[in-house]
């Protein structure tokens, strides 16, 4: 590998990402998506603000273990008239349990003139000092040369002057920003061809925004014209219009260029898996239309290309749909169902012949039931109970009779609005039936509550059971409350094990009582093997 | 002008983009379309494939009557084996009630090879015999060179002795095609600027699609290496991740370049309007990111970027929103301070003194709900709502008394499990009070319906109003099913006016409840005050 072609991915879906319009991390999803991101190799996680809320100074008091990307703190230089030692929001940056730091820092004339109201030569002494002090202290400093692109068009020498001063204190990457979003890939060709003459490409990272819809151009501009770290979200998560999209970048680096990143082969395949669940932690629709990774990516609509496909893929598809681990959707027989049936067969330690006529009948169940909405790739509980119940392997440990749920809201004896949530449950075990009453904080606690009253008794391996996380996904949106719905429900016990099942309807209690269900029995099912 | 930098504008949004999944365009939809673009003064409307389906043969017979635009109807070169003049599908193509007619060609010699299965010299004799008969009974003939980028990766000559058979002939416009949408921007730029010393750029055409998020990247490289007619479809529709965007392509060629188009400055400040009303006849929801036209395209979160902006919009904004008829947005969340709370207020044409106290209480509430689990950045009618309350603004429409929801799953006599719910609602208007019972699909939906069922008669003005999108997002997953919910209502009404409202609860009936609340109350308001 010729060194001088390495492209370091720098991750800031933690920090950029969460100014998203409707995107509210917890310190759980932070977790996740931190952890999801050093499986895939990129190379920097940026992990948020230290000092700016709460959740990132939660996160960065007890930060991810990351195998192989550098954990990341993103703050602001010294402000104007202070030290860099003294300065309070530097030190809680250099305070933050991260080897490295990225740093913000001004770099058009104009901005420093009217957002900022200082002396020009002010501002680089902020970056100057900022840069050193961190130097001495963290194992790696970055400057976020912010409005990079902007200031250079306005006026070239302060800009460079700019990151000259972190280049030449030390600063391990300077990151040109085009803050804005409005430079066009032509003129990051040209900006960045001049300025790689004054700081080596090798020292400078690029951070585009999608204004014009070219975040992804001016990234692959500036790679080609010499910067060599990049940075980035997952799905293009980033405020206004978003940040440059990783998960696009990273396989046109791959698979189109020769620029090498650390990522495996093997790691790719994953990176449709990681879209979706990015998706799934913020209860996003995925984007169908997603290059790469979306569901419509490689589906082919019908006609002369489906036949043209089925001759030869490549005569309708730039690349193999299986190398960033997505699939081909073809309308008419449609292939790749039973491979993949089969590859999770094998997955849950289900040993059957392919041959079996059962699994052709489960291909054909599944497949009507992800019509009807259901998602099994987040419900591995569900479609193994499915898959276990086509062969006949899943015993009928209790039959639901009936519920009834109940919610009321009304004035109390204090003048004070309340509601209150009972649900009755009847379930009939081996033909004796049990009927129990709960009430809860709302109509599926109660459920779930009344449920385990009554099996808990029966099956006392339940006592140690519950739910983790709930979720809800309305799936016609356009259909108002009248829309069908899917629950994911995930569970856990005691022993640490945790498992996701799911249900669909259009009426919510419906599709929680499936998800329900399914966790109960799974839990059974596993217990009675034991 | 300088007529070497005029650029044609093509929209394929009735053919090409027509084939985007779950795009199903009536024979109005396209009527309305072509309206609008022609208002927008593209330079051509391709209409789609007349003999393809009834809906395009149905528009070509009663085509829309365009005041600037060329109307284009799209079709196949002539079959192999058979002479132009006895084609049926290229005569179709040229009775076709438009002026101008595509025809589709192949320019790979694989795909000759593999999908044809011809001799090659056959694929070349097709092109420039069907451009020949076309040319002589049409006012203006263009070739869609399929695949032409991948062919001439392939075979460089045979590609340009294809698209040399077409000019040749007398085509006015030969169309390069990234079919599979594989290319990236300095493939673009190197392959044109070899095609342009055998085929002029005045002749020359570029057809991008997304598939590595590129289309609109590739659209301007082409461009810039001389092709001086671009394809494209409005917000980017098209197959697989669709064609290159010419709703970004517009305001980036006119704001940012020297090239021309046949927009005026006035028909640019349509384009938000337009790229939404395509949303509206999909029935799709607006993508928030949009470049240029998304409702987050011009918002400011964070407080440090939301006092810049009010100094001088030009230290955020790549370019004055009205240009492109979109609007500048200061969002409410958590992070904002008392800027962004007065900017709002100016927004929603609310009047107050920035040191009124009032002030200062909303400013808190704000915090206090957002910390809770509202999010008002999604939601500005509940927010201007909460607003105006404080301000002692909003009249008490009607009152809630009480409501009870009931849902009951049960075998039903034909021995099926059927889910029922039911709502009664008492609400109390100036001192009547109103019961009414309502059956749903689904608890919340009851509950709609009962609301409603007792408002109407009272406020007919709540007739027209829907409700289009309704989201739940579980905000404690790690709770389970006692987890705090919140439900965001996106309403409409007949004028096209949409509103979204928020409703936070542990318990989801009280948080839908409390959304659908606000949604009719913001209605009344609205009636009441025009």
Redesign the interface.
């Known amino acids: 590998m010729s060194d001088d072609k390495r492209v370091y991915l720098f991750d800031t879906t933690l920090r950029d990402g969460a100014?998203?319009?409707?995107v509210?991390f917890s310190v759980?999803d932070k977790m996740a998506i931190a952890q999801a991101l050093d499986k895939l190799k990129v190379d920097y996680v940026e992990g948020g603000w230290p000092g700016?809320?709460p959740t990132d100074d939660a996160f960065f008091n007890a930060p991810p273990e990351l195998k192989h990307a550098t954990f990341t703190a993103f703050g602001m230089t010294r402000r104007p008239g202070r030290s860099a030692a003294n300065d309070p929001g530097l030190t809680a940056l250099i305070q933050a349990k991260a080897p490295a730091v990225c740093m913000v820092g001004k770099s058009w004339d104009?901005?420093v003139d009217?957002?900022l109201g200082i002396p020009r030569n002010e501002n680089i002494d902020m970056i100057a000092e900022s840069v050193l002090h961190a130097k001495e202290r963290k194992s790696e400093v970055m400057l976020d040369a912010e409005h990079f692109f902007d200031g250079y068009k306005a006026n070239p020498q302060y800009a460079l002057d700019c990151i000259l001063a972190a280049y030449k204190n030390g600063a391990r990457w300077v990151v040109l920003c085009d803050?804005?979003?409005?430079t066009?890939?032509?003129e990051i060709e040209r900006i960045v061809g001049e300025v790689v003459n004054h700081v080596p490409g090798s020292h400078l990272g690029i951070h585009c925004h999608?204004?014009?819809?070219?975040a992804?151009?001016?990234s692959?501009?500036g790679i080609?014209a010499g910067i060599r770290q990049v940075q980035g979200t997952l799905n293009?998560l980033g405020?206004?219009?978003?940040n440059a999209?990783l998960i696009?970048l990273i396989?046109?680096l791959m698979l189109?260029?020769d620029f090498k990143l650390g990522i495996s082969d093997a790691d790719l395949a994953q990176l449709t898996h990681i879209s979706r669940l990015l998706d799934e932690r913020l209860?996003r629709a995925p984007n169908?239309?997603?290059?790469?990774v979306?569901d419509?990516?490689?589906?082919h609509?019908g006609g002369?290309h489906v036949s043209?496909v089925e001759?030869?893929p490549?005569?309708?598809?730039?690349?193999e749909p299986s190398l960033v681990g997505n699939r081909r959707h073809i309308v008419v027989s449609d292939q790749s169902g039973r491979a993949n049936i089969m590859a999770r067969f094998r997955e849950i330690g289900l040993a059957i012949d392919a041959h079996d006529p059962k699994v052709a009948t489960l291909v054909e169940q599944v497949k009507a039931r992800e019509f009807d909405g259901y998602a099994y790739d987040g419900a591995e509980a569900s479609f193994e109970l499915l898959a276990r119940r086509a062969l006949g392997h899943v015993p009928d440990f209790f039959r639901?009779?009936?519920?009834?749920?109940?919610?009321?809201?009304?004035?109390n004896a204090r003048n004070e609005?309340v509601?209150e949530?009972e649900a009755t449950v009847t379930v009939d075990v081996h033909g004796n039936e049990t009927m129990t009453v709960a009430t809860?904080?709302?109509?599926?606690?109660a459920?779930?509550t009344a449920l385990r009253k009554a099996l808990v008794p029966l099956y006392p391996v339940l006592d140690d059971m519950?739910?983790?996380?709930?979720?809800?996904?309305?799936l016609t949106?356009?259909d108002?409350?009248?829309?069908i719905?899917r629950v994911m429900?995930?569970s856990a016990d005691a022993s640490g094990e945790r498992w996701t099942t799911v249900g669909v309807?259009?009426?919510?209690?419906?599709a929680?009582?499936e998800a329900l269900n399914d966790a109960i029995t799974w839990k059974l099912l596993k217990a009675s093997s034991n």
């Not at 100014?19 to 409707?22: A, F, I, L, N, V």
């Not at 490549?314 to 690349?319: D, K, V």
């Open positions: 100014q998203t319009q409707g509210d759980g700016a809320n104009f901005q009217v957002a803050t804005n979003g409005g066009l890939p032509h999608n204004d014009t819809e070219n992804v151009a001016n692959l501009a080609r293009g405020e206004r219009c978003g999209n696009s396989p046109s189109k260029t209860n169908r239309g997603a290059a790469y979306g419509s990516a490689f589906a609509k002369l043209a001759k030869d490549r005569t309708y598809e730039h690349i639901l009779s009936r519920f009834r749920v109940m919610d009321e809201r009304r004035w609005l509601t949530s809860g904080n709302g109509p599926v606690n459920l779930d519950r739910l983790v996380d709930f979720k809800v996904r309305i949106p356009q108002g409350t009248e829309a719905t429900i995930e309807s259009g009426n919510i209690i419906d929680s009582y």
